[in-house]
């Protein structure tokens, strides 16, 4: 992965073409429905913590580009 929320979409979408293989069966199928839980977990939380950063990043254009943003966020930079 390369750390884009395209790259994300392709991983999610994959998992759907394994999980779509009417071939799999038995352990094989479980192992990819427990995989694919696994990557709905993880996307969730990668796609919260996009929002979230949009929101900060919204929120600095509203109020200013001297607006302070939390550390945590990466968005003040100095550059």
Do not use: W, Y
């Amino acid at each position: 992965m390369k750390n884009r929320l395209s790259d994300l979409v392709d991983h999610l979408f994959s998992q759907c073409e394994r999980l779509n293989d009417e071939a799999l069966q038995g352990e094989r199928l479980r192992e990819e429905i427990s995989r694919s839980g696994a990557m709905s977990v993880v996307a969730r939380q990668i796609i919260d913590a996009g929002e979230l950063a949009l929101k900060a990043t919204d929120r600095r254009l509203e109020h200013g580009s001297l607006a302070r943003m939390p550390g945590l966020l990466g968005l003040d930079k100095e550059g």
